[in-house]
């Protein structure tokens, strides 16, 4: 049978050759009788372009076409890009056919090859700053609002598909640590060849592939020019009225081992320098929260170069060193020396019950004085094998307040805040194998003084000759944890388990002292000494899973046994109890394609009260205002779920992402405010209550070429639902609300460069079944920028806000600004007209829980500045 099947097979083959046919022949050279090489050689029939047969000429020229059942007669043709096409008729049994062909002359004509805007390489998304980068732009901070895909927040916090990123890198380093806003304010945009977007971005590179982080980071990459060279930048500017001063000297030096920053500012224009001094990723402890304050105003949610009266001065010193390979030492030092002023108007509606409303209305003025100097050192070790970090943070202010409340009685406030906090923290990882083991460990003391100074007291129990009353607090807190982890790494699986303890010890004692002999006051129930321990025992099990589809699964469940000491030595009572606290995490991370991800995090808590609700004496927190503690330990529990979807096309610059979320927060507690007049003290209730706030949000953003713009729209709708307790009433509180906001900056020509933004929000609330009337809030900011001649831009800008909620013509505000920039070689002439319609106060109205807050807050008047910025390296 095998046999047989052979023969079939070689006679199927012997008919199948014998019905193809086969034309020969050689392609050459007209005048040199070279062989033509790779020229395409076509059978079509007689007349008709059809092709029955093709090939490519070998490198002597020779060529062979098989094809059954040709013709009698075809159409033999020989083309290339560097011969003249050449066809000749021939019989299907010519045999060999030689064809003589022309060379060719081709004028090309001229390409331009232009990099895309972005470009994606593996996880990273690069950014070409040339091609957004346009005749207004400064610093690379006003190039990366304009990236699809990326947003600065009016705070400078940098968001990338809606969520903030983990890291921010100078040529692959950070030497900032966090404090991101010194680089995007004052590295020039000219010196970055391009932003690197880093998707799926580990900073521990011994955790990469195993842990990914949902948050991307940005690296920004310089050119080539600017590695290495020292650039050394001043500026000087002055104004009226009375005295503007803005002036700055900034020197930086970026290299492959060191890195450098050093900047200086000193400005009272209104424009907040301190933002730049903001860590948006580093927190060091738990900052416990004022008990004192100064009733001050409350800026309006407009620009702060219409409302802010400060006098601000800031060095901050960064230096980044690389001992050896993966190995860095990064020392950063800041100070901040800021005064600040303000004076309003405002009115507070309680409605305390649908008949009965209470109205605070308060003339203020305040003053505050900032004083914060702070430095850390941080030892960085990083490689495939083991991650080492120690960071030693030290920071110390002497902040002050003062403020004035006008009416029939006027009351003087001044409050003095000193604190020091000193951190030490420490991790380091292992990879061995499939396993990793890390070690984690933290030391933090942190010391506050606070003393508040109010005349004349308003309370009657405690007024006195003079008329006058001093709250002293002061309070003290020390930590130490440590913890041990250990993973194990299989194919597709990974346990894990943390095992750790923590203390954790506040001290706090209060007293108020009266008139200006600061003689104590010796009631039990106007003093505190108190103590809060807390020892904690954890341990947390983890699971972890990845796909070969690129699904990760990773589930946490940590365990907390707390055990608790409250000691109110004042009052001789010790109290001790212990607590299970539980916090499972499930979070998924799914690429659906390479364009489309998904993320979504399921988790639980619970926690107890802290160290404000264990203070049993009264505190004056205010001039009108005084609380205390019924000693009851508050206890909650937080249900979280959201999930968000992001979409991104490099090539088509389109960017987008949506994300949907829902909070339900329980607890055992309702605070209470009783008033007596405008004097308020507060009390606690045993009430279990859950509160719900969910909504959703979305971003899209793309470069339109033929238009030359780059547009964003994002949008967003939440609600929120839960109880408030006043005056002994409970009342149901319900808000919800929407916002849409447009932006779009496009170049006309390059003589001109439009910006519109807008963004609308409405609002319902309904307090105990009566609705509110809906608040709409509208804003505005319009820019035209003309540059009539290369370096110089003249821009104008207005910026509008509208409430429907004021009852006048103040609902709707405008301002107007006016700059011009002209640029020399090295020396940038900047002058701004600011305020030009010069508006003088700024009128607002909200709600909040069950009450409405009114203000009209005092601006600065119009301005005018001149500032030179040149180059000095």
């Known amino acids: 049978m095998r046999y047989c099947s052979l023969i079939v097979l070689l006679i199927c083959t012997c008919f199948s050759s014998l019905g193809q046919q086969e034309v020969k022949g050689r392609v050459l050279d007209v005048q040199s009788r070279k062989p033509v090489v790779s020229a395409t050689v076509t059978i079509h029939p007689v007349g008709s372009p059809s092709i029955l047969a093709y090939t490519m000429t070998a490198e002597d020229g020779t060529f062979t076409l098989k094809r059954g059942n040709l013709p009698d007669s075809v159409t033999l043709t020989v083309s290339a890009m560097t011969i003249e096409r050449q066809s000749k008729t021939i019989r299907n049994d010519a045999g060999f056919v030689e064809l003589m062909v022309a060379e060719k002359v081709m004028e090309l004509k001229e390409v331009i090859?232009?990099?895309?805007?972005?470009?994606?390489?593996g996880d990273t998304i690069h950014y070409d700053v040339a091609s957004f980068l346009n005749g207004t732009d400064r610093s690379i901070g006003d190039v990366l609002d304009r990236l699809p895909g990326v947003q600065v927040l009016s705070s400078g916090q940098i968001l990338y598909q809606n969520k903030e990123i983990s890291k921010f890198y100078i040529e692959g380093f950070d030497l900032l640590q966090g404090k991101y806003g010194l680089a995007t304010?004052?590295?020039?945009?000219?010196?970055?060849?391009?932003?690197?977007?880093?998707?799926?971005?580990?900073?521990?590179?011994?955790?990469?592939?195993?842990?990914?982080?949902?948050?991307?980071?940005?690296?920004?990459k310089l050119k080539q020019s600017a590695m290495g060279a020292f650039f050394v930048t001043a500026q000087l500017g002055t104004g009226l009225p009375p005295v503007l001063l803005s002036n700055e000297a900034v020197g930086m030096r970026f290299t492959r081992s060191q890195q450098n920053m050093l900047v200086y500012k000193g400005d009272n224009t209104g424009r907040d320098i301190s933002k730049e001094l903001t860590s948006y990723y580093d927190h060091y402890g738990n900052r416990p929260a004022n008990l004192l304050s100064v009733v001050a105003p409350v800026p309006p949610s407009i620009k702060e170069q219409h409302w802010l009266f400060n006098d601000a001065h800031l060095v901050s010193l960064n230096d980044l060193r690389a001992l050896k390979k993966e190995l860095t030492l990064t020392t950063n030092i800041n100070y901040l020396h800021d005064k600040q002023k303000s004076s309003s108007f405002s009115r507070h509606d309680l409605f305390l019950t649908p008949s009965d409303t209470l109205r605070i209305a308060e003339?203020?003025?305040?003053?505050?004085?900032?004083?914060?100097?702070?430095?850390?050192?941080?030892?960085?070790?990083?490689?495939?094998?083991?991650?080492?970090?120690?960071?030693?943070?030290?920071r110390s202010s002497w902040n002050t307040q003062d403020g004035g409340i006008g009416g029939s009685e006027p009351v003087s406030q001044s409050l003095r805040l000193p604190s020091f906090h000193i951190e030490n923290d420490f991790d380091y990882l292992r990879h061995n194998d499939s396993w990793r083991r890390r070690i984690k460990a933290n030391m933090a003391y942190t010391s506050q003084?606070?003393?508040?100074?109010?005349?004349?007291?308003?309370?009657d129990a405690l007024k006195n000759p003079d008329s006058l009353i001093l709250q002293d607090l002061s309070f003290d807190r020390f930590s130490a944890s440590a913890s041990f982890s250990g993973n194990r790494d299989m194919q597709r699986f990974s346990l894990g388990h943390a095992t750790g303890a923590s203390f954790l010890h506040y001290s706090m004692e209060s007293n108020l002292l009266s008139g200006a002999d600061h003689v104590p006051i010796t009631a039990d129930s106007l003093r505190n000494n108190i103590g809060r321990t807390e020892i904690k025992l954890n341990i947390s099990p983890s699971l972890g899973y990845r796909a070969s589809s690129g699904l990760h699964l990773n589930l946490y469940i940590p365990l907390n046994w707390l055990f608790l000491v409250r000691d109110d030595k004042a009052r001789l009572s010790k109290q001790h109890s212990g607590h299970l606290l539980f916090a499972p995490n499930l979070g998924l991370q799914y690429p659906v394609t390479s364009r489309m991800s998904i993320y979504s995090n399921l988790s639980f808590s619970n926690d107890i009260g802290t160290v404000n609700e264990d203070y049993r004496g009264y505190v004056l927190n205010n001039y009108r205002s005084m609380n205390r503690s019924d000693g009851q330990l508050s206890k909650s529990s937080r249900t979280s779920a959201d999930a968000s979807f992001h979409y991104k096309n490099p090539f088509t610059t389109l960017f987008a992402s949506l994300r949907l979320y829902y909070n339900s927060i329980w607890r055992n507690m309702l605070y209470d405010v009783e008033y007596n007049g405008i004097l308020s003290n507060s009390m606690s209730i045993l009430h279990s209550h859950t509160s719900y706030h969910y909504g959703t949000g979305y971003s899209i953003g793309k470069s339109i070429d033929t238009v030359s713009s780059e547009i964003r729209l994002s949008g967003s709708y939440d609600q929120s639902r839960s109880v408030v307790l006043h005056q002994g009433a409970l009342s149901g509180f319900r808000s919800d609300g929407y916002s849409l906001s447009p932006r779009i900056t496009t170049d006309i020509g390059r003589f001109m460069i439009v910006k519109y933004g807008a963004s609308y929000r409405h609002v319902r609330t309904t307090i105990r079944d009566t609705r509110m009337e809906p608040a709409n809030y509208f804003t505005q900011d319009i820019a035209a920028s003309l540059i009539p001649a290369k370096g110089l831009s003249v821009t104008l800008s207005f910026n509008h806000y509208y409430n429907n909620m004021i009852e006048s013509s103040a609902r709707s505000s405008w301002f107007g600004n006016l700059g011009v920039r002209y640029r020399m070689k090295n020396v940038d002439w900047m002058l701004d007209w600011t305020n030009i319609f010069s508006t003088r106060q700024f009128v607002t109205y909200s709600y909040s829980d069950i009450s409405s807050y009114y203000s009209v807050y005092g601006l600065r008047p119009a301005e005018v500045l001149l500032r030179a910025r040149f180059k000095i390296l």
């Open 185 to 220: 304010q004052n590295v020039d945009a000219s010196k970055v060849a391009s932003v690197q977007i880093l998707e799926n971005h580990q900073p521990v590179k011994a955790l990469k592939g195993i842990e990914i982080p949902e948050n991307a980071a940005i690296n920004l």
């Open 449 to 459: 003084h606070q003393s508040l100074t109010v005349s004349p007291v308003l309370f």
């Open 113 to 121: 090859v232009k990099a895309p805007k972005i470009r994606q390489l």
């Open 363 to 394: 003339e203020m003025d305040a003053r505050l004085l900032k004083r914060e100097l702070e430095g850390s050192v941080t030892l960085e070790g990083n490689t495939g094998d083991y991650f080492l970090n120690n960071k030693l943070n030290i």
